[in-house]
């Protein structure tokens, strides 16, 4: 299984923290997995909430280890009345905000996760992050 690079994930961060300022004028965290969900680059904006830490990180491996965003695992939990408990993972979080990255040939090569803002908020950042990833090659 092939993982993300660092080059990869300083982009990744890079255009989290632009969306986050750019669009929402509030700072975040921002953590980006390899495709087993083990960390690869992590960046605090200033002032960014020292929760938001962990729950990032979580958010990116959530991703990874589910293999979907954590919107649709919040969905799915929903739908199926499963309590995430029974996924024996205490990382884990169903807080929407953490997204897969993609290769081109659909290959999942890590995740990010971001928190700090609303949880939708957080959301549509990862989505820019997942959409551009694709685009920055193999």
């Known amino acids: 299984m092939n993982s993300i690079s660092l080059e990869?994930?300083?982009a990744c961060l890079d255009a989290a923290v632009a969306k986050a300022n750019k669009e929402f004028k509030r700072p975040i965290c921002v953590s980006v997995c390899d495709s087993y969900g083990y960390q690869v680059a992590f960046f605090r904006m200033d002032k960014a909430p020292i929760r938001s830490i962990a729950i990032s990180q979580q958010k990116a491996h959530t991703a990874t280890r589910m293999g979907m965003s954590t919107d649709a695992f919040l969905n799915r939990l929903k739908t199926d009345n499963i309590d995430i408990r029974y996924f024996c993972d205490p990382l884990m979080t169903?807080?929407?905000?953490g997204n897969l990255l993609v290769s081109k040939s659909g290959e999942v090569l890590g995740a990010v996760g971001v928190s700090g803002l609303k949880p939708v908020e957080d959301q549509v950042i990862t989505e820019m992050v997942a959409?551009?990833?694709?685009?920055l090659g193999e």
Do not use: I, N, R, S
Not at 131 to 135: D, I, K, M, N, T
């Open 131 to 135: 959409a551009q990833f694709v685009g």
């Open 8 to 10: 990869q994930a300083q």
């Open 94 to 97: 169903a807080l929407p905000g």
